[in-house]
């Protein structure tokens, strides 16, 4: 077999059965012909952005392949891969390259090298029979320890070139995954079990570690309040009577209360990193931290207890020892404490409920959220955010009471990421409502790739805030907004959209935004994606409560 038939090969083991890609690989038509479906957007970013969602929702048991054109194909694919590396994803990049004999030309765009800052692992492939060795590696690197990014070139000579049967051995690669030290676990368990008002912070590494269940016997055991980062959202279920809620740049007052009131604060699949993703830790807290990555350890917040492994494991060894402690039912039964999250939530709605349920015109965004949380169907729906005053605004609001019903990002922030993320949602689980919210300047980075996803039948639903500005940039340039109306833009994107294949709205009655949610989950569960369009007013009010 050749080079590229032998790429093709390994997919198939790894069992991918898409590959996101623009606009030119020569492998793209080796995986079409493996019967591996192509999807090809309408700009690089938008396919990583798409492979980068695809691996999130299935917890990197599955991963996102790129495929880009070497030059400017990976070159502008730069941006994706540096948010998936910021958020902690592992996606496989594949650019192709003219060929080994152009290795060290001032022209060439080395890509392995230029992209070792945004990668876990990058290297270039230089002989046919290499090609499973580096797969192999590869697919190691994204499967043990923390998920990253990482990146395999394959020049076209390479892909050209022979490789035998006997050269050829390749086996699928399967997640590693490590416990904790007994010692630090049983350290943890005694603070934890001392502590007065202890508060678990949850990050996404519960996500991949798929271990909302043994989180939530912890909660219960220790009848400790629970919240979640940005990322780690839908990690612990949002009805739960020991949720606290998200915390990012926004939270609810819930996470701000108690944090402020904690005595001990438990990181569980988190990096404590100060970033628009993570709720900030008041000080004098006792900070304990398990994480699968030694890098992240006494990084922003000084640490008593350490605990490095896989969230899912070191749980299951914490609910044995607490249990050893506290006895088989722990401190269920007390409802003191679910009592007070219930009072502070009860308190913080009734101030936001004039927003939530505003009948003001031009619409308030926090209505679209309130419609979006009272008519999703939360089992089987997926949603994720844009940057800036969409994330901001539905972050503490929307409730995500299944794993991987909210797909949180931020860390890097960068417009129009979010309609990429839905598609690789849809690409995923088909069958489910996968809904972005993104405002108007966000679809001026990505609005074309309404037509991949009408293309491609992906049903997703956008939901556009569009308020005519640049929400908060006025902050940055204030004179330049007086003087020049810079922070302004226009657009009808309902209009571009419907010219693109998708079913349009165009909403500008808050009593309308409700019934237009009802009427494209019906249209989306036919394959045509739908953009609802809604004329809203800039609302920078934030529901922020640290302390």
Not at 51 to 77: C, F, H, M, T
Not at 108 to 126: H, I, L, M
Not at 268 to 274: A, C, D, P, Y
């Amino acid at each position: 077999m050749d080079g590229k038939t032998a790429f093709a090969t390994i997919l198939e083991r790894e069992g991918v059965d898409v590959v996101f890609c623009f606009p030119n690989n020569i492998l793209i038509d080796a995986c079409a012909a493996a019967g591996i479906r192509p999807i090809i957007s309408r700009m690089e970013r938008t396919a990583v952005n798409m492979a980068d969602a695809y691996s999130r929702v299935n917890n990197g048991n599955k991963n996102g392949v790129v495929l880009v054109q070497g030059g400017p194909g990976i070159e502008n694919a730069f941006s994706g891969v540096a948010q998936a590396y910021a958020d902690s994803s592992p996606l496989l990049m594949v650019p192709n390259h003219p060929g080994t004999r152009r290795h060290g030309m001032s022209s060439d765009f080395n890509a392995a090298r230029n992209y070792e800052g945004v990668t876990k692992w990058a290297d270039s492939v230089n002989h046919a029979d290499r090609i499973p060795e580096l797969m192999r590696r590869a697919y190691t690197q994204l499967r043990t320890g923390r998920p990253y990014p990482v990146l395999v070139e394959m020049p076209n000579d390479v892909l050209a070139a022979e490789i035998s049967e006997e050269q050829f051995h390749y086996q699928p690669q399967r997640k590693r995954r490590s416990a904790g030290d007994p010692r630090d676990v049983s350290r943890v368990a005694e603070l934890l079990v001392n502590a007065r008002r202890p508060v678990i912070y949850a990050g996404q590494g519960v996500l991949y570690a798929e271990a909302t269940p043994e989180l939530v016997e912890l909660a219960e055991l220790l009848n400790a309040p629970t919240m979640t980062t940005t990322l780690g959202k839908s990690g612990f279920p949002e009805n739960h009577p020991l949720a606290l809620g998200a915390g990012g740049n926004t939270g609810t007052k819930m996470v701000g209360d108690f944090l402020a009131k904690s005595d001990v604060v438990f990181g569980i699949g988190t990096s404590f990193q100060k970033t628009l993703a993570s709720a900030p830790v008041p000080a004098g807290k006792t900070v304990i931290q398990s994480t699968i990555d030694e890098k992240d350890l006494n990084g922003e917040y000084p640490l008593e207890e350490i605990i490095v492994g896989d969230a899912r494991l070191v749980l299951a060894q914490l609910i044995e020892e607490v249990k050893d402690r506290l006895g088989a039912d722990g401190r269920r039964g007390d409802e003191s404490v679910a009592a007070e999250i219930r009072q502070v939530r009860q308190e913080w709605l009734a101030e936001w409920m004039p927003r939530l349920s505003s009948n003001d015109v031009p619409i308030s965004p926090y209505r679209v959220v309130y419609e979006l949380n009272a008519r999703l169907d939360k089992a089987n729906s997926i949603v994720t955010h844009d940057s800036g005053n969409p994330r901001d605004q539905i972050v503490p609001f929307y409730a995500a009471t299944t794993p991987r019903g909210y797909i949180g990002w931020g860390n890097s922030t960068q417009l129009g990421s979010g309609l990429g993320y839905a598609m690789g949602a849809k690409v995923a689980f088909p069958e489910k409502t996968c809904v972005n919210l993104m405002g108007d300047v966000a679809v001026g980075m990505a609005g074309t790739d309404f037509e991949t996803a009408a293309r491609e039948q992906l049903g997703i639903i956008t939901v556009i805030v569009n308020n005519g500005a640049m929400g908060g940039y006025e902050k940055n340039i204030p004179i330049a907004t007086e003087r020049y109306r810079t922070k302004y833009v226009t657009g009808e994107y309902a209009a571009m959209a419907a010219s693109l294949g998708a079913h349009t709205e165009y909403v500008t009655d808050p009593n309308e935004v409700g019934p237009a949610i009802e009427r494209v989950k019906e249209i989306s569960a036919t394959g045509q994606p739908c953009v609802l369009e809604i004329i809203t007013r800039e609302e920078p009010v934030f529901s922020q409560y640290y302390r």
